[in-house]
């Protein structure tokens, strides 16, 4: 039944992809002079990235890195009518690795993906319906269960494969959301050198996702989603149901709270359960009347680890999420599982200043924790330093430099080692 409905589901996206190329092809042929009604842009971004001897949690050392990361992307949109519009953005991109060159499975141009290719019909029945067919981009609070990122690298697709329809109410949208992405996605195109899948496995979900604008008797987000995902790492099928809520408040003019809280229960086809939690607590007090608008915040990121000793699996899992988040740093950590953010309970301090229009810095630190206990026996992830900063140079260029560093406690097998990260992110428009 599993393989009917993915037959049945590939030839209906591959369907749709034809008649959504036709679609834009044909309006494209009969009126490609006409500037309001088709817009395309694109930028270039270099990142100069270098990696010290991070820990993993297979009890070893990511070892050190250093590399270029050249990414180029072009998408445009089409409004077709009013209430029809297609959009596309695709990507390229390669590096150069100045050490660990045998690592290096990146060449240009090896390969182009698309993050986006779909079709959207607004304001439907009278203006309670949109519906996007195809593939888009997807992102709800700060990301942490649906923005999806490729294993080893984060910067190949974000895109799902799906249908998505929004209902609009009076103060709040729900959005139904199916979700089918196959571990050989047919819009990766020309990747036969860098042979990286996007995915290790298939995978296939469904979201309920409703965001309150302006009703105070609901909370800022609430959701549903199920997760399929077929055997990874040698494992079952695994079927995950995950119910959560957002809340934000702005208790006066300087002073907000963040608060999302979700639970997760399922089961593995060959056997055993499922359960998770995950807690994101961030408190933010502002200055605006000061110069620098100087603001400090505090934070607690939590999630469940897996107990060993029992039958259930109680790591929380990502599920469509693994992105770097919070820490590009510590996305590596959970390597040979890369992305899969579990077993954490981070808490830090931090404050951020804007010296002017262009300009912020923001400097964090805090003790990374972990509910179970890891490699080196202990449950002390160690201590986490971030330094951030951003500057626009015109509307056009605009630069982003981050350091990590991270102490490592007894979580791993050598404690007091002490890692780092540093990126410069450049990134040009036009």
Request: aromatic share 16%; net charge negative.
């Amino acid at each position: 039944m599993i393989m009917k409905y993915r037959l049945l589901y590939r030839r209906g996206f591959a369907l749709c992809l034809v008649l959504l190329l036709a679609g834009v092809c044909w309006p494209l042929h009969a009126d490609i002079y006409n500037g309001d009604r088709l817009n395309i842009d694109g930028d270039a971004r270099i990142k100069l990235i270098a990696i010290d001897e991070i820990p993993l949690d297979t009890g070893t050392k990511l070892p050190e890195l250093i590399y270029s990361e050249t990414i180029f992307g072009l998408w445009g949109t089409w409004q077709q009518s009013e209430n029809v519009r297609y959009k596309a953005w695709i990507k390229t991109e390669f590096r150069n690795f100045a050490t660990n060159k045998e690592a290096n499975r990146y060449r240009f141009v090896d390969e182009f993906i698309f993050h986006e290719l779909s079709i959207e019909y607004s304001n439907l029945f009278d203006g309670f319906v949109d519906v996007t067919v195809g593939r888009f981009p997807l992102y709800y609070g700060h990301g942490l269960l649906i923005l999806e990122s490729s294993p080893l690298d984060a910067e190949r697709s974000y895109g799902f494969n799906g249908i998505k329809t929004r209902l609009k109410f009076d103060g709040f949208n729900v959005d139904l959301i199916g979700i089918y992405s196959p571990d050989d996605d047919p819009l990766l195109i020309n990747d036969k050198h860098k042979k990286l899948k996007l995915l290790e496995s298939d995978e296939e979900g469904f979201v309920a996702y409703m965001t309150n604008k302006s009703q105070a008797w609901l909370p800022k987000d609430l959701y549903y989603m199920y997760k399929h995902e077929e055997p990874r790492f040698g494992r079952g099928d695994v079927y995950f149901h995950t119910l959560g809520f957002i809340v934000e408040e702005a208790i006066n003019d300087s002073f907000t709270a963040y608060w999302e809280l979700a639970g997760q229960s399922g089961h593995r086809s060959g056997g055993g359960d499922t359960k998770g939690w995950l807690s994101d607590i961030n408190f933010t007090y502002a200055w605006q009347e000061f110069a620098w608008r100087p603001e400090v915040f505090a934070s607690n990121y939590y999630l469940s680890g897996d107990d060993p000793s029992t039958q259930t699996e109680e790591g929380w899992h990502g599920l469509w999420s693994r992105w770097p988040q919070y820490s590009y740093l510590l996305v590596w950590s959970f390597i040979p599982k890369i992305g899969e953010w579990s077993n954490l309970n981070w808490s830090r301090i931090g404050a951020r200043v804007y010296p002017d229009a262009a300009s912020s810095f923001e400097i964090s630190f805090g003790p990374v924790k972990a509910p179970e206990k890891g490699p080196g026996g202990g449950k002390d992830r160690g201590d986490l330093l971030i330094l951030l900063y951003k500057h626009k140079f015109d509307e056009k260029l605009s630069v982003a430099v981050r350091t990590e560093f991270l102490e490592s406690g007894d979580y791993q097998p050598e404690t007091d080692n002490l890692s780092w990260e540093t990126r410069v992110d450049f990134k040009y428009s036009f």
